[in-house]
């Protein structure tokens, strides 16, 4: 496909709709709107289901029915709206169902503002659901990206019949950029295991997450936990910024992490030997890339648009060895590039560097 | 080239966002890397719309624009109040002279005044007040060909409303050129 | 010669059920099969069980089954209708499900007049939980609780869903039955057929509600509930059709 200008939101909703999603279920939330509005608009046309949802939980319930019949489903919200998804997140862990959430998320807590946050990092990766489970998160950073992580995201989903998120700031939600979609719907097989009226010509099929027998329940958990460590070992993703002789490390992921780029660059200009580790699965995180480099860092500058909620991730990475400095901004508020040099000058003095 | 940092702003209704967007394609068509960013949320409902866009030949790091503008558009007093501070020193601002009639109260920035809506209106239709301004834009920031940005105006508005092309491109010549 | 009078429906699997005895979940369990068999859309239907005493439903209904979370059987159904629109989808919910937790889910399948038949069986009480109130339960009626009976100054009037949601415009066929002698079921049965026949022609959203018993939680011999439908129940739920689009055509 031809280059195009697009918003991330309809960028993200085309990517879904050419992979070959074919059922969306939504409710209008900022910063997130031009998503649905472009599903509304689209997704019959192609042949798909749209249906504005009574709420959240409905949604995210009306994904659960349509991905148990064997729908390549999705689903979209921002952060107080993904809080009321997480019940449906985790029935669809339990019944082990393919779908895709759009987080576009902004400030918190409660209703907080509309403006870009990563407020809800542990949302995303720790989730708010019940039981032992978890979601593959991929967090874009530029509009190229997250439309092919959207892709990204059928595709593992399908794969390991698990929710997958999508976690986007509102600056990704937002803004225009160049964008170039893979024209191919992505390879999927039939699922043979969906619930979708065939029981005639086959034997009858069950999607379920109750398991009232205990060694049914554990025996289940670790199937799941099989899962998770396959995912782990097949599907973290990161990128690697002028890392190679690098002495300092900035962490960061999504909008922040270009910004982050920026002040590496300017860094580097002064010749201060610094990178950017950018996360790009929060969930599998990078961990080992990060313990491996930490160990050759002066140390390690994680900058969010939070009060550090990744840093949590990336502390248990580097353990005890390597300073972490943390720097975050919040309720909508940007740092800009040189805000970032000047705190990382800053900490250098602090440690006599 | 070196960056382009420009913020368009206006009332809603001015067709600043259209504007923006218009830079936006222009520098993809030209390979450029561009990044255009609205402001949203109750801060548009309150009448007052903005958009950032970053033009440059390497990736963009911020899209949000919050110092060293290098072009403001500003439609509206209330738009030039608050980006001016923001304009890096010998950067551009382009004020539309029928709603700023003051002196700008910074010497260190270049001006250019325009009447949108009396261009507009001498180009055939009052509604191609955005027009005017991208055409003082493309002058303003000398790196895109005249005949580049009249494609892109054609491209994005020419399918919706034919009827408005050779005034929409004289507008966009009279923006260009009278000031 | 032998000839066969009666033999279980192909609707239903061999798995016992797990209701306690003298409760009607089995009598409704066992029309909603039958009359998906005599329909021919038991091999095409996709049931969707709720939370409650019926959660197991997904072990006896032999067709496709979904289990749903609390109160959300109804968008479940319209994720799985909307994609499959030639499918017959069906829940099968409690009071406490539906009226309670799944309130907003119902009226607005209802209300978008999915093409989806609903089993609605109430029996005034939360059972799987041990008798807790219900919306349903009746005024006085004591629960674990309700400990000194429902008081309706506190704790408001029984919700009575068939009237409720037949003033909804997209709700298309809707009765309330019960299940307590010979007669009562075979209506029963009549009325299910007629909501899944209404599916069958794409006539939109329908919906069943069966007074049905919880000795166990009322704390009565099942003998003694089958009376308190009677006495109790009906008088504050008539039964009857509630909305029937078709009636006039």
């Known amino acids: 496909m031809a280059k195009q200008l697009m918003k991330g939101n309809e960028a993200i909703a085309k990517a879904a ?35 504005q949802a009574e709420s959240e939980v409905a949604a995210i319930n009306m994904v659960y029915g349509a991905a148990a019949s064997g729908a390549l489903s999705m689903t979209s919200s921002s952060s107080p709206g993904i809080a009321l998804k997480q019940e449906g997140i985790s029935y669809c862990a339990g019944a082990e169902l393919p779908a895709l959430i759009v987080s576009v998320s902004r400030g918190g807590p409660g209703l ?97 997450s109750l398991h009232l027998d205990v060694d049914d329940l554990e025996n289940h958990n670790k199937h799941l936990q099989a899962k998770y460590r396959a995912i782990e070992e097949n599907e973290t993703m990161w990128e690697e910024y002028k890392m190679d002789d690098a002495e300092y490390m900035f962490v960061a992921y999504g909008t922040p992490s270009r910004i982050t780029k920026s002040a590496v660059d300017e860094l580097r200009s002064e010749g201060v030997k610094v990178g950017l580790l950018r996360p790009i699965s929060l969930w599998p995180f990078p961990y080992e890339v990060i313990h491996r480099f930490s160990k050759k860092m002066k140390f390690i500058f994680v900058a969010e648009l939070s009060s550090g909620q990744m840093l949590v991730d990336v502390k248990l990475a580097v353990g005890y060895d390597t300073p972490v400095h943390f720097y975050g901004r919040m309720g909508g508020n940007i740092f800009e590039p040189l805000e970032l040099v000047a705190e990382f000058k800053k900490h250098q003095e602090v440690l006599g560097q | 080239m070196k960056p382009i940092k420009l913020v368009c702003a206006g009332f809603g209704g001015q067709g600043v966002l259209s504007v923006g967007q218009m830079v936006a394609l222009l520098a993809m068509k030209n390979n450029k890397e561009v990044s255009w960013m609205p402001s949203y949320g109750p801060e548009m409902r309150g009448g007052t719309a903005n958009c950032h866009v970053v033009v440059d030949d390497q990736p963009i790091a911020a899209p949000i624009i919050a110092s ?94 034919p009827e408005l092309n050779e005034a929409n491109l004289q507008a966009f010549e009279f923006g260009y050129s009278k000031h | 010669m032998t000839t066969t009078v009666f033999k279980k429906t192909r609707g239903l699997t061999d798995v016992p059920f797990t209701y306690c005895p003298g409760c009607t979940h089995g009598i409704i369990h066992r029309l909603v099969a039958e009359v998906l068999e005599e ?120 919700i009575r869903m068939s009237e409720m949601l037949s003033t909804i415009p997209g709700s298309y066929y809707i009765e309330r039955v019960t299940v307590i002698d010979p007669v009562s079921v075979r209506k029963a049965k009549t009325a299910i057929k007629k909501a899944f026949q209404a599916q069958k022609d794409k006539k939109g959203f329908s919906m069943i509600e069966v007074l049905s018993t919880c000795n166990v939680g009322w704390g009565v011999t099942p003998l003694d509930a089958l009376k308190q439908i009677k006495n109790d129940m009906i008088p504050y739920y008539p039964l009857g059709v509630y909305k029937d689009k078709g009636a006039n055509q």
């Open chain 1, 17 to 51: 709709i050419v992979a070959g999603c074919r059922a969306y279920f939504g409710y209008p939330i900022t910063p997130q709107n031009e998503l649905c509005e472009y599903m509304a608009k689209y997704m019959r046309s192609s042949g798909g289901v749209f249906v």
């Open chain 1, 112 to 208: 907080g503002g509309i403006l870009p946050s990563q407020g809800d990092y542990n949302q995303a990766t720790r989730g708010g659901g019940n039981g032992d489970y978890h979601v593959p998160v991929f967090a874009p950073a530029s509009i190229q990206e997250a439309a092919s992580l959207v892709r990204k995201g059928l595709i593992v989903a399908a794969k390991y019949r698990n929710p997958v998120m999508v976690l986007a700031d509102g600056v990704i939600g937002q803004m225009m950029e160049p964008v170039e979609l893979d024209p191919n719907p992505i390879d999927i097989e039939a699922f043979p295991w969906a619930a979708d009226g065939n029981s005639g010509v086959r034997p009858r099929n069950i999607v379920n």
């Open chain 2, 68 to 161: 060293g503008i290098t072009h403001l558009l500003a439609m509206n007093g209330p738009s030039l109040d608050k980006f001016l501070a923001k304009v890096a020193p010998g950067g551009t601002v382009i004020v539309n002279k029928a709603m700023i009639d003051h002196p700008l109260s910074r010497t260190d920035v270049k001006v250019i005044a325009c009447d949108f809506p009396g261009l507009a209106e001498e180009a055939g239709a009052m509604k191609s007040q955005n027009m005017v301004a991208f055409g003082a834009l493309i002058y303003a920031m000398d790196v895109f060909s005249k005949e580049d940005a009249k494609d892109v105006i054609l491209e994005k508005f020419g399918g919706k409303k």
């Open chain 3, 39 to 158: 329909l021919e859309l038991l091999d095409t239907a996709v049931g969707i069980a709720s939370v409650g005493c019926s959660v197991m439903s997904y072990e006896f209904f032999n067709c496709d089954m979904i289990q749903a979370a609390h109160g959300r059987a109804p968008a479940v159904a319209t994720g799985v209708k909307r994609t499959h629109p030639d499918k017959t989808v069906f829940t099968y919910q409690g009071d406490g499900d539906m009226a309670s937790i799944g309130a907003a889910e119902i009226v607005h399948a209802a209300h978008r007049s999915e093409n989806i038949t609903v089993i609605f069986v109430n029996n005034a009480i939360y059972g799987m939980t041990g008798g807790q109130m219900a919306p349903t339960t009746l005024p006085g009626h004591v629960t674990t609780t309700s400990p000194f009976g429902r008081d309706t100054t506190l704790q408001g009037e029984p």
